[in-house]
Structure formats: structure tokens, C-alpha cells
């Protein structure tokens, strides 16, 4: 998933996506059922209600459309598991609410309010007897302290599903564990440590019978088949663990690069998927842990993104984990990806000539790079007190404005501080050249000015300012007078012309404007919100063309072949 959305994919084509909508809020939990027929997803308690409810939504998988909403859940969905005959679904949010779904209507068959956490839930065998339409199953929980292996079965009396509870019998001294993660396999549940171990369980007995130590880092999950345990720990290992008759022993491993957070094996058992928490997704043949790099992506939030000034093949990426990344469009992967040493917050970045890309940093520092070699061409030490918020660069100069307010231009060869204008009070937003000169820049501020600056001259030239609210993002027009158009919080979008103190015109729209951009040709305006919404104007006829569907709305879409 990328926020709140769902992205489902072959992964043989990574062109061919759907994505699903629906959640408003990032999602926290994915579960596909054991027929492959049903999806469900499970998100962070909204922000856009009084109360933080957590839906879940349950999808048709073939068709790609919502089934139902099912709600209950609040502040956060920690887990979703479907029962093997797909019947059921158990949901479990931090409100300590267990619910468990008719899958075929929707219902709630049985509600729960635990006094205690759960960090463990899982589905066991099903039982059917002759000529009875409503089969028994077993449900495993856990606390940290205490371990339920109960039967979830149909009572005649009531006329509905119940819990019937049983506890599992544990050592004398106790068995206090923070549980990641668990799988029934045969008679046994197996369940994984913060501690690194795996803990069996025997689901008839109610026995408490070992524990194996696994990693030294914490076990984040694991999947079982034909044997084998194939474990995901905190170290970044993946492990190949014979289990046959009790063995245990360790026939291969192979480091990953961040917590390994997934493992999910295909249909024909020959290859597992695999998440790190640093944002990668591995295939891994399970015979000998052979694997390749599937798709990297950022674990952390985007704060900026930029193309080549005259190509649209590539682009660059920083994030609030100061990795920066170079993207090839057309293979939707990877090209380069660095993290300095400080791991100082990205907070901007653009590709100057040559297509060297120059990032900047919370710490005030500005370094550049080279995509072919992967090697660092030069930085610049404190090139502002705070972060940077916004850097240009061409052939002529590199430009820049951070935290402390000044705008910076520096010499393109030799990195030399050429020119120090003092104009902002608060943080700059954003710093750019003008379209037809390049000795005239633009800038504007958080604190809600817009200035304009002759190099020649060395001084401000024209400045504009709005009544209430904040600048967050500026672009400029191709056609007409050239004008400045700036997007915020608490102002419309302006359109600026040199020549008039107030804005020549506006659109109005009612909350934050995170960014804002006219497009190469100059026909288009698009703008991005704080509800991950975005907008796309007809800028010479003003008129909405194109709204991006809301994460609220519940809805499927296609990534179009030319994309």
C-alpha cells in the first residue's frame, strides 16, 4: 500500500496497476484470503471525524470492488485474519476491540472488549460434521502473559456464533512475551518474539512446548510450507529453517537491507515476496534464498521532488529520512539511492545541468551528486541555519533559501557565496528564477510575502504580500504578463503581476495547498492539498479539468498503458 491507497499489480508488468480507494487515512494492515477471492485492509483511526474510527474494508479481489465497510474498530487496525474456509474475518484495533465478520453479509458474529492488549491472533483448523451447516473452528489469542487456544462454534440455543475460551498451560515461572507474529502449521502454533524466538503451542493439548531463539533482533514474521520455516528477523536476515520431526536447523540464510516486515510465498511455493522496513520488496526463490531487488521505494514522507529542466525520463526524490533517490519513469525503479552519514531530514532537491542532483538538508547542508557514478561531486557546509527549503540550480548559478530567511546565490563552478539578500523574516518556501530573465528571482516566504529580486542591482525590486495565512509553494506562467502564482493556507491561490500591488486574480479553495505547478507548455495548472487531493485548471480559460478522486471516496482505478 502507498498511504491510503491499495495497489495491486502483476509482478511480471509493473504497468498494469489498479489501485483501490477508500481509506482516508494511511493503511496499517493487508490481508488476502486463503481462496485469493477476498481482500481486506485495515487503516489508522480517521482524522476527519470526531471520533477515530479504523474501518475495514473487504474487497472482491477479481473484480477489484469494495464488498463491505465494516466498522467497530478505532484508533488504529492491528490485525485482520481470514478463517481458512474464508467464512469468517477477525479484526483487532488499539481500542482493544475484537470483532469477528460474516464474510458472506457483513454482520458482526461475535464482539469482544479485552481488558488487555492482544498481540497475537490466529485462525486454526475448521471442523464440519455431517448435515451441519454451521462447522466449529479454533481461535488462538495472546497477551503478554497469557496464551487462548478456544473454539469459536455455533450454539444452538442462542442461535448465533460464541467464544468458548481456553487457556494454554504455561511453565510455573511464567512465560511474559511481546508477540510479533504467529502461523498455525499442522497441530502446532507457532509464534515469534520481540525477543527473537519462535514459542510452540499444541492447539488440542493446550501445551506450552518450547521455544527455538531465532534472531537476536526481534522475529517480525515468517511463512511455513513443506517443512520449512522461512523467518523475517529485526537484523535484516531471511532464514531457511528445516523444521521436519522436530529438528530445527538452519540451512541458509541471506541479509536484506531493513527489518524484513513480510514473507509471503506464491501459490506454487518456489518464490516468497519480501518487505523491509527500509522501503524494499524482494524475490526470493525459496529453494536457496537467491532473491532481487523487486522495487525500492521510500519508507518515510516525500518532502520534495524534481525533473531535469528539458526531460521528463527521470526524476529526483528526498525524504524525511534524508535518502535521496533517482527514478527511471519508464521502468518504475530505482537508479540511484544515497543517505549521508548525518541522516539529517531531506527537505528539498532539483537536477541541475548535466543532470547532477543537488539535495538539501535539514542541517543546513547542501550536497551534490552524480547519478552515473554514484559518487559525491561536492557540498557545502551550513549553507543555511536550518534546513534548506528550496534550491534551483542551472548553468548560470545555484539558488537557495532555507529556514533563516535569506535568499543565497551561489557560484555554479566553484560553490562561492556570490550574493546574500535579506528580504524574508520567516522561512523561505520556495526560491526560482524568472522565465525570460535570469538576472531577476523570485521568492516567497512563510511569512506571507512575495519578493522579487534584480542580481544586477542586488536588491529587491518588487514585493507583494498577502493578509492572513502562510505561502507554501510558487510556480509562474508561460503566457500573458508572466505572472507569479503562490498557494498556501488561509489564502486562495493569487495570480501576481508585477506591476499591480494586489493580486489579478484567484481561485478559491478552502484547505492548505501543499504545492502548487504550471505546466512546460504553460496550458495547465496543477496543485496538490492536504487531503491528498489533486487539481488540474485550464489556466488560460480558467475551469476545473481534472479532480483526483478522493481517498474518502471508495472507488477503483487503472494506471493507463502509455503511463
Known sequence: NI??????????????????????????????????????????GSAFLKIPEAPVILWDFEQKKPIFMLKGLQNSVRFLKFSEDDRFLAG??????????????????????????????????????????????????????DVFVSTFEYDISSMQYGMKQGKCQLPSTG?????????????????????????????????????????????????????????????????????????????????LDGKVMSVSPSIDKKELICGTSSGKIYRVLSNDLTYMIYTDAHANCIND????????????TIDEAGYLKFWDVGEYKVLFSI?????????SVCIGDGMSIIGGWKDGF???????????????PNAHKGKINSIYA???????????????????????????????????????????????????????AVCTFDLKKEKKIVGHSIKNGIITDMSQRKDRELELVTCGQGSSICFWDCDELDPVAFIEYPYKVNAIHVSTSGKYLAFGTETNEVFVYDISNPCLLYTSPSPRDLSTSRMPSSA
Open 366 to 380: 547542501m550536497r551534490c551528486y552524480d547519478p552515473k557514478t554514484k559518487q559525491l561531486l561536492w557540498a557545502i
Open 175 to 255: 512465560l511474559l512475551r511481546q508477540y510479533t507474529t504467529s502461523k498455525v502449521y499442522e497441530e502446532f502454533l507457532y509464534a515469534g518474539t520481540m525477543g527473537g524466538e519462535v514459542c510452540l503451542f499444541h492447539l488440542y493439548t493446550r501445551l506450552y512446548k518450547g521455544s527455538i531463539p531465532i534472531s537476536s533482533h526481534g522475529l517480525m514474521c515468517f511463512a511455513i510450507f513443506d517443512g520449512a520455516m522461512y523467518t523475517g528477523g529485526g537484523d535484516g536476515k531471511l532464514k531457511k529453517v528445516n523444521i521436519q520431526e522436530g529438528s530445527w536447523t538452519l540451512e541458509k540464510e541471506v541479509q
Open 3 to 44: 498511504g491510503a491507497l491499495v495497489i495491486i499489480e502483476p509482478v511480471n508488468d509493473k504497468h498494469n496497476q489498479v489501485f483501490l480507494r477508500g481509506h482516508d487515512m494511511e493503511i496499517s494492515t493487508i490481508e488476502i484470503s486463503h481462496s485469493g477471492k477476498m481482500l481486506a485492509t485495515g487503516q489508522k
Open 92 to 145: 483487532y484495533g488499539d481500542n482493544n476491540m475484537l470483532i469477528i465478520w460474516d464474510c458472506r453479509d457483513g454482520s458482526a458474529a461475535h464482539t469482544r472488549l479485552f481488558e488487555f492488549p492482544i498481540n497475537l491472533l490466529s485462525w486454526g483448523p475448521v471442523f464440519t460434521k455431517e448435515k451441519d451447516k454451521h462447522p466449529s473452528y479454533i481461535f488462538a489469542f495472546a497477551t503478554t502473559k
Open 339 to 347: 543517505q549521508p552519514e548525518t541522516r539529517s531530514s531531506g527537505t
Open 394 to 448: 542551472d548553468a548560470n548559478y545555484i539558488l537557495s533559501g532555507g529556514d533563516d530567511g535569506p535568499i543565497r546565490v551561489w557560484a555554479r563552478q566553484t560553490r562561492q557565496l556570490l550574493i546574500q539578500l535579506a528580504a524574508h523574516t520567516k522561512p523561505v518556501s520556495k526560491v526560482m528564477p524568472d522565465l525570460n530573465q535570469p538576472h531577476i528571482i523570485h521568492s516567497c516566504g512563510i511569512d506571507k
Open 305 to 316: 521532488i524534481a525533473f531535469p529542466l528539458n526531460s521528463n525520463d527521470n526524476f529526483a
